[in-house]
């Protein structure tokens, strides 16, 4: 099978044009997925330009190192991109990379795999990490973790009204089974949820929630973006599409982070243009209607660019 056949890159141009500033430039896809973004990136640049590609999925890894085998310009990195300080330095393009591209989130080949346990739809094992390598599943962690703490995860990272109802019914379903498949939580999920939503399958915010719980997304966006001032060059910039709330409060509260914190101690009497900016937004993109309809999946997307200053 052909993943790029069922993955659709979500405003492929759109991001990709505001990611290239300079055609013979360093830029790092740091969510390569299959590879939708970076083959555009790669046509688009000159035989000069150098492309990093980090994804923390080795099926991914593995699709990749036979797809782009003959590309001089691309390295590829199996890792988590909250370690790109690290690369970076590596591959001795720290302070010197012109664009960086988060295309965060899941992609349509671990919502359609088998195994992956990321579909509410499709029986799997329980699983939802990126990295397969490393770490606890879903089903590990909500067998042995807490109640309480249970249901914090369904509220802060699903906003799952009914979230004690569900914690409370894992606890009482793990007491006789442990629960090891996506369609034994949907039906605990289920038998929990007392209003039904009429545009979303009940197990839509939990599964959320659990997938954002178990690959540490926020922490790891939030390392990254903090890092990244110093990865890049002058005028670098960083390409982010977002699917949720929740990747956006983030970035938000980086961008106010980035409004406060001018690098000058505050007493200091300074006249404030002589301030510097960290980073400037510079354009908010949403994907148009003809991509909607073309890619459901792209209805949530926003790209938010931010460059540095
Ligand atoms: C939405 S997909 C990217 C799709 C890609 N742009 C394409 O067009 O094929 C997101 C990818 O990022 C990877 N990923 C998620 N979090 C990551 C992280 N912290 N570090 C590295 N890769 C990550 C996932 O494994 C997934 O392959």
């Known amino acids: 099978m052909n993943n ?14 505001q990611l290239l500033s300079n055609n013979d430039g360093i830029y790092v896809d740091a969510t390569l997925g299959y590879g939708g973004h970076t083959r555009l990136i790669l046509e ?13 999925d080795i ?17 590829l990195k199996h890792g988590c991109f909250s370690s790109l300080d690290e690369y970076a330095k590596t591959w001795n393009i720290y302070g010197s990379v012109n664009g960086i591209l988060f295309d965060l989130g899941v992609s349509s080949v671990h919502l359609d795999s088998a195994d992956r346990g990321f ?15 490393h770490g606890k599943c879903v089903s ?24 004690r109802r569900i914690a409370k019914n894992i606890i009482k379903h793990r007491s006789n089974n442990p629960i090891e498949n996506t369609l034994e939580l949907v039906d ?31 922490d790891v966006l939030r390392e990254v973006l903090h890092k990244s001032y110093n990865i890049l060059a002058p005028k ?29 101690p505050r007493k200091m009497p300074i006249k404030k243009d002589f301030l510097k900016k960290m980073f400037t937004v510079i354009k908010k993109v949403k994907p148009s209607d003809k991509e909607i309809s073309l890619n459901p999946r792209s209805r949530s997307a926003k790209i938010n660019v931010l460059e540095k200053q």
């Open 188 to 218: 605990i999920i289920n038998k929990s949820v007392i209003v039904n939503d009429k545009n979303k399958h009940n197990a839509t915010r939990s599964f959320q929630a659990l997938r954002i719980f178990v690959n540490k997304e926020l």
């Open 140 to 163: 590990q962690l909500i067998n042995e973790l807490p109640e309480s703490e249970i249901e914090s995860i369904l509220k802060l990272y699903g906003q799952e009204k009914f979230s």
């Open 44 to 56: 688009k640049t000159s035989s000069k330009s150098k492309l990093y590609g980090i994804d923390k």
């Open 119 to 133: 579909s509410f739809n499709k029986n799997a094992p329980l699983d939802m990490r990126f990295d397969r390598t």
């Open 59 to 75: 099926d991914a890894i593995e699709f990749n190192k036979k797809e782009l085998a003959q590309e001089k310009r691309f390295t």
């Open 236 to 264: 670098g910039r960083l390409v982010l599409i977002t699917y949720h709330s929740l990747e956006e409060r983030v970035i938000k509260d980086f961008i106010i982070f980035c409004d406060n914190n001018q690098n000058t």
């Open 4 to 17: 790029t056949d069922y993955h659709i890159p979500v405003m492929k141009h759109e991001a990709v044009e």
